[in-house]
T-cell receptor
Framework: DMKVTQMPRYLIKRMGENVLLECGQDMSHETMYWYRQDPGLGLQLIYISYDVDSNSEGDIPKGYRVSRKKREHFSLILDSAKTNQTSVYFC?????????????FGSGTRLLVI | KTQVEQSPQSLVVRQGENCVLQCNYSVTPDNHLRWFKQDTGKGLVSLTVLVHENDKTSNGRYSATLDKDAKHSTLHITATLLDDTATYICVVGDRGSALGRLHFGAGTQLIVIP
C-alpha cells in the first residue's frame, strides 16, 4: 500500500526547544513537501524538495529548515520553536513528472509549542 | 491574497440529503483542480481530479465539475452518509509537474446528522 508516513503524530514542546518532524514515503517519489495547516487557512507550503539535497523554500520558510539525505525521507526541523509554530504539519510527495497531478499526503503531525 | 475561495464555510445536512460545495479560484495558470476529503485529525484523501475545460467526473456518490472559463468548480455529494462528515478541500495546481505549486482553499466543513 503506497503511503506517506509521518512521525510523531503528536508532539508537545517548550518554546526554545528544537523540534524534528520526520516523513517517509515508499513510492520512490522524487518530490516531497512540507505544509502547515492552521484553522481557517488553506495549507501553506514551507519547503519543497525536488530530490536528495535539492531543497527550495516555499511560501513560509522562516523559522524552519529541512533535510533530505535519502529520496524516501524528508525531515522538517524547527530550531528554537516558537509558540506561533503551533500547527498541524503535513508532508506530501509526488513524482517529478506529475502530469496526473498525483499527490499523496501523510496523516499529519500535531505540534503544540508551549 | 487568497486565490482559492470555498463556500459555504460550513454546512449541516441530514443523512440522505444531497449537497453541493463550491470552489472559486483566481490561480493562473490552472493546470488541474483536485478535491480532497479530510476527516478530523487525518490527512487529505483525494476524491477526484479535473483537468480539462468543462470536465465532469464521478466517483461513487461524489461528482464534480470544472468550468475553467469561470474558474469555478463544484463538488456534489448525493445521498449523504454520516461518514461523509469531514472537511472538503479544493486545491488548484498551476502545473502538471513537480515544478508546479498547489493552491489550497480553506475547506468546507460538512456535518451530516442523523
Amino acid at each position: 500500500d503506497m503511503k506517506v508516513t509521518q512521525m510523531p503524530r503528536y508532539l508537545i514542546k517548550r518554546m526554545g526547544e528544537n523540534v524534528l518532524l520526520e516523513c517517509g514515503q515508499d513510492m520512490s517519489h522524487e518530490t516531497m513537501y512540507w505544509y502547515r495547516q492552521d484553522p481557517g487557512l488553506g495549507l501553506q507550503l514551507i519547503y519543497i524538495s525536488y530530490d536528495v539535497d535539492s531543497n527550495s523554500e516555499g511560501d513560509i520558510p522562516k523559522g524552519y529548515r529541512v533535510s533530505r539525505k535519502k529520496r524516501e525521507h524528508f525531515s522538517l526541523i524547527l530550531d528554537s520553536a516558537k509558540t506561533n509554530q503551533t500547527s498541524v504539519y503535513f508532508c506530501a510527495s509526488s513524482p517529478r513528472d506529475n502530469s496526473n497531478s498525483d499527490y499523496t499526503f501523510g496523516s499529519g503531525t500535531r505540534l503544540l509549542v508551549i | 491574497k487568497t486565490q482559492v475561495e470555498q463556500s459555504p464555510q460550513s454546512l449541516v445536512v441530514r443523512q440522505g440529503e444531497n449537497c453541493v460545495l463550491q470552489c472559486n479560484y483566481s490561480v493562473t495558470p490552472d493546470n488541474h483542480l483536485r478535491w480532497f476529503k479530510q476527516d478530523t485529525g487525518k490527512g487529505l484523501v483525494s476524491l477526484t481530479v479535473l483537468v480539462h475545460e468543462n470536465d465532469k467526473t464521478s466517483n461513487g456518490r461524489y461528482s464534480a465539475t470544472l468550468d475553467k472559463d469561470a474558474k469555478h468548480s463544484t463538488l456534489h455529494i448525493t445521498a449523504t452518509l454520516l461518514d461523509d462528515t469531514a472537511t472538503y478541500i479544493c486545491v488548484v495546481g498551476d502545473r502538471g509537474s513537480a515544478l508546479g505549486r498547489l493552491h489550497f482553499g480553506a475547506g468546507t466543513q460538512l456535518i451530516v446528522i442523523p
